[in-house]
């Protein structure tokens, strides 16, 4: 009976087996397929079969028992006994398989055959697997260890440093300071063998996120395992960034990714101007909670190049879908847009600067990528039978642009309502942008000054009792001048990229100009709502900053004829609603009018 026990047991460690996924099956080759735990096996086995044979013998005697004798004494074999140690024997092999099998975690006991599993998976095309081995393993296949060194000559160093400081025990001060670091060094290396360690296999996996086959199909199969390595800040020795961009760029050309679903499910706000960043929503959390991460990772770069990919590589495609409405179709769900990576990329953007911007980071994290991406739209832009050239959006182009224009309104906003939340006079909004002895000649160095310089920002910090200031203007304040774009901050890159989409959208021929007066007129309702502010705040000084670029657009060393031109035209049909909105005492029209040569 005992028997069948057994083998009943054994039995059910085969079946067990045929029902595990296969990275799971292959645990069985880097964990038991070692010398240690194959003669543990061996030697249970030859238990068993001792065992069973014993018991044969004692049956064939028809004896109760047969004594054994041994050097220091004698043991009765019994029945029981026997059949005691083929439990023990088969119950060590049964939980050292199913051990194996049913923990989340295990050691890599045989790094040379998790290499060959490794490369195996990956010649066999057998993501799936891979990627799950991977995500099982993740320390140490991603995140090694670092390997102990030995450095004698720094303690040679620091020896000779203290000898000078003590020099009435010279001798066994150096010596305590030598044993000291090699107590260190040996302390380190033993925790180094007691975890786990792979470096071949380790740097092998790092190639496998490096390889273009390899990094389109994992994002798709376990996108978690990309979420990790962005969360991974600790991980050292890895070429991190790079495979994180490759990640990203997969997920922006996959639809209804990781990407697509998380910015979907992540509009709710956190105020006027701020999304939520939950943690349910676990990639956008791990990409926006933690702003020095976006600059170690370059996060912004894999998306926007992505992006801008997919709208050049319209221009090789027989039909350019963009200029078709599918987007703008009424008939259709709002939530299709959200299925489109033009748009996911846009909406990537929105949330990456306004999160930047409470997290008061003081560059712009590329948001001129808004520039390219308008760039090459109306590069593609064409009114074709699928389009309508008298509708407000005549087609997804303009859309996509809309959006954008629409998005950077909103970031100048932003600023603003974030200066109103921290004066105390909401209607003057007097935080200083200058330092006291400019501010007076503020007024004068606007009509007269045509290259509207600002001052640094280290003249501009002027403390308040909060002492806050600094803070408050680092990630604000126009440094340099209105045009230029180095160590430009959100809202002053905005604004820079804001002018320039409205010169690229109206120099383009194909947009009708219902289009063009509407963007236009949203720009420039956008400069009065700053401007209405008064003279000497911030919003005012970026008012002051849209008209600097407007005016190096018109008459400047980028002026544009073309961009001349149409401007007036457009203005001559808007200026009524911009003036309408404009408070008494306000020069913006005014400004505008001499600029544009209004008559």
């Known amino acids: 009976m005992a028997e069948l026990l057994v083998f009943t047991f054994l039995a059910s460690i085969v079946a067990v087996y045929s029902i595990l996924p296969r990275h799971r099956q292959l645990r069985v080759r880097y964990n038991l397929w070692t010398k240690p735990r194959f003669a543990y096996i061996l030697i249970a086995f030859l238990v068993i079969i001792g065992s069973y044979w014993l018991s044969i013998y004692l049956e064939s005697l028809e004896a109760a028992s047969v004594p054994v004798s041994y050097g220091v004494g004698s043991v009765e074999v019994t029945p029981l006994l026997v059949e005691s140690l083929q439990l023990v024997a088969v119950l ?28 195996d998976l990956n010649n066999q095309g057998d993501y799936s697997t891979l990627v799950n081995l991977i995500q099982n393993h993740y320390r140490p296949l991603v995140h090694h260890p670092e390997e102990p ?40 290396l033993v925790n180094y063998w007691l975890i786990d360690t792979a470096p071949e296999a380790s740097s092998y996996t790092e190639t496998l996120f490096l390889d273009p086959e390899f990094s389109a199909q994992y994002p798709v199969i376990d996108p978690d395992l990309g979420v990790k390595l962005i969360r991974d800040d600790s991980l050292e020795g890895f070429q991190r960034r790079n495979a994180v961009h490759r990640y990203l760029r997969t997920l922006v050309k996959t639809e209804n990714s990781l990407l697509y679903r998380d910015l979907q499910n ?90 930047a911007f409470h997290q008061k980071v003081s560059w712009h994290v590329w948001l001129s990528y808004y520039e390219t991406f308008t760039q090459e739209i109306c590069r593609n832009y064409e009114i074709t039978e699928y389009s309508d050239p008298d509708a407000s959006v005549p087609n997804d182009y303009s859309r996509l642009l809309n959006e954008m224009v629409g998005n950077m309104c909103d970031w100048m906003r932003m600023m603003q309502a974030e200066v109103v939340s921290r004066t105390s006079d909401t209607e003057a909004c007097d935080v200083p942008l200058h330092a006291p002895e400019e501010a007076a000649t503020s007024a004068a160095r606007t009509s007269t000054d045509k290259d509207k310089s600002s001052v640094s920002s280290e003249t501009a910090s002027i403390e308040d009792e909060t002492g806050d200031t600094d803070v408050f203007e680092k990630f604000l304040t126009i440094r340099s001048s209105y045009t230029g774009r180095d160590s430009a901050s959100i809202p002053k890159m905005t604004g820079i990229i804001l002018v320039s989409c409205n010169v690229e959208i109206l120099t383009t021929s194909e947009i009708p100009d219902r289009f063009k007066r509407d963007i236009t007129e949203r720009i420039l309702l956008t400069g009065v709502e700053l401007r209405n502010h008064g003279e000497g705040s911030l919003p005012w000084e970026y008012s002051e900053l849209l008209l600097a670029n407007i005016e190096e657009r018109l008459t400047g060393r980028r002026a544009n004829p073309q961009y001349a031109e149409q401007l007036q035209d457009v203005y001559a049909d808007i200026r009524d609603e911009v003036f309408l909105e404009e408070d008494v005492g306000v020069d913006f029209v005014d400004r505008l009018d001499e600029l544009i040569g209004h008559p």
């Open 266 to 355: 992540n509009t709710s706000t956190d105020g006027m101007y701020r999304y939520k960043i939950e943690e349910d929503n676990r990639l956008i959390h791990a990409l926006f909670s933690d702003m020095d991460r976006v600059e170690d990772l370059d996060i912004y770069k894999p998306v926007g190049d992505a992006v801008r990919d997919i709208i050049v590589d319209q221009r090789r495609q027989e039909f350019d879908e963009y200029n078709d409405q599918s987007l703008t179709d009424t008939r259709i769900s709002d939530d299709h847009i959200f299925r489109d990576p033009v748009f996911i990329g846009i909406q990537f953007f929105d949330v990456l600067v306004k999160e």
């Open 149 to 188: 060194q030995r450095q004698p000559s720094l303690a040679e160093v620091y020896a000779r440093e203290l000898r000078e400081e003590v020099e009435d025990e010279p001798d066994s001060l150096r010596e305590r300071v030598i044993r000291w670091y090699r107590a260190q060094y040996y302390v380190q």
């Open 92 to 119: 060590g092999i049964v939980g050292l398989f199913l051990g194996v099998f049913l923990k989340s975690s295990i050691r890599v006991k045989n790094e040379e055959k998790i290499v060959s599993i490794l490369r």
